[in-house]
C-alpha cells in the first residue's frame, strides 16, 4: 500500500475564461513524480467515494503541486471548492504510464477538453527542457471553454505546435493527423480526454499504421 502524505491548499485559480474549470495549487508532498502522471485527493466529505484521481499539472521543478478539474455539483467538487488556503487533505500516488519517452522523440498529442491536463505537464517540462519535439492538437466546444489556452499560445516555439479546434470532427481530426504526420514525422502518439473519444481517435490512428506500442491514452471519466 502507498504511503498517505498530508497536503495544504496554497490557492485556487480558474483556467478558462469560461470559469469552469479551476486548478488548485497544493504543498508539494511528493519526493518524486514524472510529469504527466495522477495522483489520488482524499478530503473529508460526504461523498462515498472520499478520493478523486488527479493529473498533476505542475511539473518537478515547481515549489507546489498543482491538478485541475471541471466544476461541477458533485459532493466531492463542491467540498473541494469550499477548502480554504492552509486546509489539510490527504494525497496517495504518484501513479501512471501516460509519461514522455526517455530518447528525445517527435510527439503528437490529441487532448479533448479537460484531457489536456496531463499535457500541459508534459509540454510545460519538454519546453522547459528542449527535449521533445510536440504538436498539440487542442479540442474544445469553443475557446472560452478551452483549459489552458493561453498558457499554451505563450509556450509555442520552435519544438512546441499548437493546433485548436473548436469541434469534435473525427473528420477534421483524422485530417490534421495525416497533416502533423506528413510533416512532423511523429514516432509517438499521446491521446486522452473522454472514453468514446479516446477510443475512436485511437482505433484511426491504429487504421493508419500507426503501432500500438507507439500510442498511449489516458481516459477521463467524471471530470
Not at 509556450?155 to 493527423?177: A, D, P, Q, T, Y
Not at 468514446?196 to 471530470?223: D, H, P, W
Amino acid at each position: 500500500m502507498r504511503y498517505m502524505y498530508r497536503a495544504r491548499i496554497l490557492g485556487k485559480r480558474y483556467v478558462t475564461s469560461a470559469r469552469d474549470v479551476v486548478e488548485v495549487r497544493i504543498t508539494k508532498c511528493l519526493k518524486s513524480y514524472i510529469p504527466g502522471q495522477y495522483i489520488k485527493v482524499y478530503i473529508d466529505c460526504n461523498d462515498a467515494k472520499r478520493f478523486r484521481e488527479m493529473n498533476l499539472t505542475s511539473i518537478p521543478d515547481d515549489d507546489h503541486l498543482s491538478f485541475a478539474f471541471k466544476v461541477s455539483n458533485s459532493i466531492w467538487k463542491r467540498s473541494m471548492m469550499m477548502l480554504k488556503p492552509m486546509d489539510e487533505v490527504s494525497v496517495n500516488g504518484p501513479y501512471g504510464i501516460f509519461t514522455l519517452p526517455d530518447e528525445p522523440s517527435r510527439i503528437g498529442m490529441i487532448a479533448l477538453g479537460i484531457g489536456v491536463t496531463p499535457s500541459i505537464a508534459m509540454i510545460r517540462y519538454s519546453t522547459k527542457e528542449c527535449k521533445h519535439k510536440i504538436s498539440l492538437l487542442h479540442i474544445n466546444n469553443d475557446r472560452d471553454c478551452a483549459p489552458y489556452i493561453d498558457e499554451l499560445e505563450s509556450l509555442v516555439c520552435n519544438n512546441f505546435r499548437l493546433f485548436e479546434l473548436f469541434s469534435c470532427s473525427l473528420k477534421e481530426i483524422g485530417e490534421w493527423i495525416k497533416d502533423v504526420s506528413r510533416e512532423e514525422m511523429v514516432e509517438y502518439w499521446y491521446v486522452s480526454g473522454d472514453p468514446v473519444n479516446v477510443r475512436a481517435i485511437r482505433q484511426m490512428l491504429l487504421n493508419s499504421g500507426v503501432k500500438s506500442t507507439c500510442i498511449k491514452t489516458e481516459e477521463f471519466t467524471g471530470y
